[in-house]
């Protein structure tokens, strides 16, 4: 199985800031990685997909990079309804496997 | 609007069966696979499999397969999660979620959108 690492486990930040979210696979994925947010009692959203594209709906303040290894969600200009969990998930080997997620949490 | 709608919540005893729904709208339910996903209480999302609604083939993670089954019902354009023997350690929200892509080989795919989560509790 493919091992998703993401850090940090947990982040405070406050409003405004810009933050980055690194997730890393134990092999290369080209681009299968995924990124979705959580907010409690709620089922996750799709934000970015295939590393670096934005789902249509989601705000320009995030974004993706990376490719083979290594990942970055930055999330610019936070906003108070960007405060939730946000995971990481490689879909280019079955089993599809996540990161143990990100909780950004307000400072 | 693409939707899948879950079952409600289960309240099962150790070793019961259950079977879960995930129903699908607003797409041809037979051009995407349909994954299942696990969430613990206070933990993180599990991947546990995947099925492709046109022939029923799945795959399961090496962590559910043999615990769990994967079925669809294409004249319903339903998914089903189904145990034959409950345990205390399946409490959890299942999550179905809808495998989209935009290649013809489906590759790379993500998951857009998701039911709303069953919560499943089992407890004696």
């Known amino acids: 199985d493919i091992q998703m690492t993401q850090s940090p486990s947990s982040l405070s930040a406050s409003v405004g800031d810009r933050v980055t979210i690194s997730c890393r696979a134990s092999?290369?994925?080209?681009?299968?990685l995924n990124w979705y947010q959580e907010k409690p009692g709620k089922a996750p959203k799709i934000l970015i997909y295939?590393?670096?594209s934005l789902q249509s709906g989601v705000p320009s303040r995030f974004s993706g990079s990376g490719s083979g290894t290594d990942f970055t969600l930055t999330i610019n200009s936070l906003q108070p309804e960007d405060f939730a969990t946000y995971y990481c998930q490689q879909t280019y080997s079955i089993p599809y496997t996540f990161g143990q997620g990100t909780k950004l949490e307000i400072k | 609007e693409v939707q899948l709608v879950q079952s409600g919540a289960e309240v099962k005893k150790p070793g019961e069966s259950l079977r879960i729904s995930c129903k699908a709208s607003g797409y041809t339910f037979t051009n995407y696979w349909i994954s299942w996903v696990r969430q613990m209480p206070g933990k993180g999302l599990e991947w546990m499999g995947r099925i492709d609604p046109s022939d029923s083939y799945t795959n399961y993670s090496p962590s559910f397969r043999g615990h769990v089954s994967i079925s669809v019902d294409k004249s319903f354009t339903t998914a089903y999660l189904q145990w034959s023997s409950l345990e205390a350690s399946d409490t959890a929200i299942y999550f179905c979620?809808?495998?989209?892509?935009?290649?013809?080989?489906?590759?790379?795919?993500?998951?857009?959108?998701w039911g709303q989560g069953t919560l499943v509790t089992v407890s004696s």
């Open positions: 092999q290369s994925l080209t681009n299968f």
């Open positions: 979620a809808r495998q989209f892509c935009l290649s013809p080989n489906c590759r790379p795919s993500w998951s857009d959108p």
């Open positions: 295939a590393a670096s």
